[in-house]
């Protein structure tokens, strides 16, 4: 396993004095480019206004003219956490705004693949829909709007993806990443996007006096601010502040227990409490049960989840979700261990120089559903560009890809394209992660023309990895009332990352935990002595931990809970020899 190089984080010359945030917070916020208290203000009214979003007023009127005129509305959304808690949301906010007829359609992985196709149009054409609306998908779906368009439906398409060379002929497009788009975030989830259109679809009905018509009150949309904190924290999009704001208020909603039944239930079942929820709990607890319907099976599942209204509908389904996620994890393991087999072959037969730079990895048995994951865990341990491949069911084959700084996917991929006409039948992503699909056939010459591509493209001093710390904490200062302050400071993500610190400690015990033995339990002493302190590392083989009782460890304050009782542990995300 490649370590990476822990730097520690350049102290800011003045740290700013933000009024009631102790000093140490302050340093970390200054570190991550918080220099003013109107930053940290993660009220609603923080929000960027809707208008800047190009697109967004003709998307507002078609939807209000679908809503007034009792029109047939289809939802087509992806088979990722995102897409789903994007879908459910329109669903949800539809029927509250008075929509008479909302339908929804997610593409099945394995059998539809992604985004909006003419097949899905074609599959869909019982419903006779008179307007279909995207979600976390549509930017590149110009044969799937074509499609809907001459089936004589209006087309909104609402996205977060990168456009292609061409845009579809929707008859509103909204997409903060358009070129020539001033929506001062670009970092809007696909389930952020579909809150701002449907936002501004509740000023447009309100406009045209819809909710008086109607007798009705006019919904407050931010009680589905839940759904949106999930999937934008799921999704993995930057931590800007008005990402911060969406995922603030909507982990407020859980803590009070009025987020929906089914993430109240996904809380359950992934062993958190609702109470003292924060942004990890989605990303590492909630998420993952969420995306394992969409990667094993469907994410109809989730989705019927996240739109139960009954609690006992909501946990028999979140109970589904966990043993489907389960059963991924099982998958995930298996294949993990044949590509850390394949690497190993790789590594006796080259030497250093001849190992590819951009790894690409397949097996005919491999689940297309898991390779996403395996290309991040190979990834991470790497440090190198991964694209993990599996067969799609019709000859082809499917990968997904996960970069590292340095090398932006989407780009290196055009590039392949470029230089290997038909090479890859379709691609698609952003820089850090992709999607492609080719045919099986040309595996090897793809993997070399990727190798070549990556080679050319990332700076030797990008293949070293790096952990920025924030240093390192006095014994006294490391204590539960930190990790507490440290927990609910901010929504923490990327760009934005939770406060990790390193030191050196000496090792008094280790245990492995787990089925395949790859968690460990430790006890560690700070080498300026005292009280041990209790701590877990995870996903790490015991061939890879140090020699020796005295490591260098990278890790972040955490509060373990177990029936009542709360006490500190240290989260430690790497190991070296001191």
Excluded at 94 to 105: D, F, K, P
């Amino acid at each position: 396993m490649r370590a990476h190089r822990l730097i520690r984080r350049r102290e800011s010359s003045s740290t700013p004095s933000l009024q009631g945030v102790p000093p140490l917070l302050a340093r970390v916020l200054a570190s991550r480019g918080i220099s003013s208290a109107d930053e940290l203000d993660l009220a609603l009214n923080r929000l960027h206004p809707p208008q800047a979003l190009s697109g967004i007023e003709q998307a507002a009127g078609l939807l209000a003219d679908a809503v007034e005129g009792e029109a047939r509305i289809l939802i087509v959304g992806d088979f990722d956490a995102d897409g789903a808690t994007s879908t459910a949301l329109s669903m949800r906010v539809l029927r509250a705004l008075g929509a008479r007829e909302a339908h929804y359609r997610v593409p099945n992985r394995f059998e539809d693949g992604y985004g909006l196709t003419p097949e899905i149009v074609a599959s869909e054409a019982h419903l006779k829909a008179d307007l279909l609306m995207t979600v976390d998908n549509g930017t590149t779906a110009l044969a799937g709007v074509r499609a809907a368009k001459d089936a004589g439906m209006r087309v909104v398409v609402t996205d977060h993806h990168l456009p292609g060379a061409e845009l579809p002929l929707a008859d509103a497009l909204v997409n903060p990443n358009l070129p020539g788009d001033v929506f001062p975030s670009k970092h809007l989830a696909g389930v952020g996007v579909a809150f701002y259109v449907l936002s501004a679809l509740r000023a447009e009905l309100g406009r045209r006096g819809w909710f008086d018509r109607q007798g009705m009150e006019a919904p407050n949309l931010a009680r589905y601010l839940d759904l949106v904190a999930l999937g934008t924290v799921a999704d993995v999009v930057p931590m800007d502040q008005n990402n911060r704001v969406l995922v603030e208020q909507g982990l407020r909603r859980m803590r009070a227990g009025q987020a929906v039944p089914g993430i109240l239930s996904l809380l359950a079942v992934s062993g958190r409490d609702f109470r003292r929820v924060v942004a990890s709990d989605l990303g590492f607890g909630v998420g993952p049960r969420l995306n394992a319907a969409g990667r094993m099976e469907d994410m109809s599942i989730g989705i019927q989840c996240l739109l139960a209204d009954q609690p006992e509908v909501a946990r028999r389904l979140a109970e589904e979700l966990h043993q489907l996620n389960a059963a991924r994890q099982t998958v995930e393991a298996e294949m993990q261990q044949q590509a850390l087999t394949i690497l190993k072959q790789l590594n006796e037969r080259l030497d250093a120089d001849a190992m590819p730079r951009g790894v690409c990895l397949f097996d005919a048995d491999w689940h297309q559903g898991v390779i996403g994951i395996l290309a991040s865990r190979i990834k991470e341990r790497l440090h190198r560009p991964v694209i993990a491949f599996a067969p799609d069911g019709s000859g082809g084959i499917k990968g997904s890809a996960r970069s590292i700084p340095g090398l932006h996917l989407r780009d290196a991929l055009e590039e392949v394209d470029a230089m290997n006409p038909g090479m890859i039948q379709r691609f698609g992503g952003h820089a850090m992660a992709a999607g492609l699909q080719l045919p099986q056939a040309h595996y090897k010459a793809f993997a070399l023309a990727f190798d070549e591509v990556v080679r050319r493209k990332v700076a030797e001093e990008d293949w070293q990895g790096v952990l920025l710390t924030d240093g390192e904490l006095a014994p006294s200062e490391m204590t539960l009332e930190l990790a507490e302050l440290l927990r609910y400071a901010q929504p923490w993500g990327q760009h934005m990352p939770e406060p990790l610190f390193d030191d050196v400690f000496r090792v008094r015990e280790k245990r492995p935990m787990g089925a395949a033995g790859n968690h460990w339990r430790l006890t560690l002493e700070h080498r300026a002595g005292g009280t041990p302190f209790e701590a877990v590392l995870f996903n790490t083989q015991a061939s890879d931990l140090p020699q020796g009782d005295r490591w260098r460890v990278a890790y972040r304050l955490d509060v373990n809970e177990f029936r009542g009782n709360r006490r500190l542990q240290l989260m430690v995300e790497q190991v070296e020899a001191a």
